[in-house]
C-alpha cells in the first residue's frame, strides 16, 4: 500500500499542540470547566441541514456536536463549561470539510449576544497570538449586510427577488423553489461573504429567525434570532448564539425539522427526549459557541485546504 504516509508534517502536529494548549489555558483562565461527552448517541439534531452518521448494526449516531449533552450538564447545575472533541457529519468533504473533524465548544452563564461574540473574538485572537485583528473587526447584522451589499431586505423579499439577485435560471429555480432560507444562503456564500477582507475577522449578527436552529429569538425583534457566526476571511469560523430555554417552542422546532426531512426525503431522526427534559427542567439562560478546530489551524499555517493541518485526511 503506497499511501500509508501521514497528510502532514511533524511541525503541523507540534504546532497543533501548541494552538490546543493556549485554548484550554484561555477557558482555564476565565474559569470554564473541561467536560467529556459521549460520542454515541440514541439521538441526532433533528435539524435538516446536519447529517448524522448512523452505526451499523446499532441504534446510534456518532455525535455531530456536544451540545445536546453539554446542555443537560448546565441544566444539571454544571458552571460554564467547554468541550474539546472529534466530532462526525455526513456528506462534509472538501478543501474546508471533513466527515471528522475537531469541534472547540463552550457555553456560558447569563452572557448577551454582545459578551458571547467578544468572548468568541478574544478566544480566537488570543489562540492565534494576533491580537491586531481586533482594531478592524466588520461588524454587521445580518438584514444591515444584505441591504449594504445587495440592495435588499432579506426579512422581506420575495423568493423572486431573491432568485433575481443570483440571476437564477430555470434549472436553479427548480433545484431551490419556493425555500427562502436556501435562496438566502446562496446569496451570501456567493455574493456577500466574497466581499469580506481576506485578512480580517468578520461578524454577522441577528439571523433570521427561520435560520434560528437553538437560538432564542431576539427579545427585541422577533424576526430575528440572537445567532452569530464569526468568519476570517471567506472562512466560516464559528457558529454561536444565545440559547432557546423554552421546553415548548424547542419541542415545536423539532417537529419542524421532522416535518422537513419527511418532505426532503431525508432520513428521520428520533427526537432527543432527554434535551427536552432537560429543558423542562429548566436550562438557564446561557450563549454558546461552536468553532472549528481545524479551521484556526488553517488561518494560523496561512493554508486554504483543510488536509494541510491534520495528520490524516
Not at 452518521?53 to 448546565?74: I, N
Not at 480580517?200 to 422577533?222: K, M, N
Not at 457558529?239 to 424547542?250: H, I, K, P, R, S
Not at 427526537?271 to 459557541?289: K, Q
Amino acid at each position: 500500500m503506497s499511501n500509508w504516509r501521514p497528510s502532514s508534517s511533524v511541525a503541523v502536529a507540534v504546532r497543533r499542540a501548541e494552538l490546543l494548549q493556549r485554548t484550554r489555558d484561555y477557558f482555564a483562565r476565565n474559569d470554564v470547566l473541561a467536560v467529556d461527552t459521549p460520542s454515541l448517541s440514541p439521538s441526532a439534531p433533528t435539524d435538516p441541514n446536519i447529517h448524522a452518521l448512523s452505526v451499523h448494526d446499532s441504534d446510534f449516531y456518532l455525535h455531530t456536536s456536544p451540545e445536546f449533552h453539554m446542555k443537560r450538564l448546565l441544566a444539571g447545575a454544571f458552571p460554564d463549561i467547554y468541550s474539546i472533541c472529534r466530532v462526525f457529519r455526513a456528506a462534509e468533504q472538501g478543501r474546508y470539510h471533513l466527515p471528522e473533524f475537531t469541534m472547540v465548544e463552550w457555553y456560558r452563564h447569563s452572557m448577551d449576544l454582545t459578551a458571547i461574540i467578544a468572548d468568541t473574538l478574544q478566544l480566537v485572537i488570543t489562540v492565534l497570538e494576533r491580537p491586531l485583528l481586533l482594531d478592524d473587526i466588520y461588524e454587521r447584522d445580518y438584514t444591515t449586510l444584505f441591504k449594504e451589499i445587495v440592495d435588499l431586505d432579506p426579512l422581506e423579499a420575495s423568493v423572486d427577488e431573491l432568485a433575481s439577485i443570483v440571476s437564477a435560471d430555470d434549472s436553479l429555480r427548480s433545484s431551490l423553489g419556493a425555500h427562502r432560507d436556501a435562496w438566502l444562503d446562496l446569496i451570501l456564500a456567493t455574493i456577500i461573504v466574497p466581499r469580506f477582507d481576506d485578512d480580517g475577522l468578520t461578524v454577522i449578527r441577528h439571523y433570521p429567525a427561520s435560520q434560528a436552529s437553538l437560538a432564542r429569538f431576539c427579545p427585541e425583534d422577533i424576526r430575528v434570532a440572537d445567532r452569530f457566526e464569526v468568519y476570517f476571511g471567506k472562512l466560516e469560523l464559528a457558529n454561536g448564539y444565545v440559547e432557546l430555554t423554552d421546553a415548548d417552542e424547542l419541542a415545536r422546532r423539532m417537529d419542524a425539522d421532522l416535518q422537513a426531512r419527511r418532505a426532503g426525503g431525508l432520513p428521520i431522526i428520533p427526537r432527543d427526549e432527554a434535551l427536552l427534559s432537560a429543558h423542562e427542567a429548566g436550562l438557564p439562560d446561557c450563549a454558546g459557541v461552536a468553532l472549528g478546530f481545524e479551521r484556526l489551524q488553517m488561518i494560523d499555517a496561512n493554508t486554504d485546504d483543510i488536509r494541510n493541518v491534520v495528520s490524516f485526511a
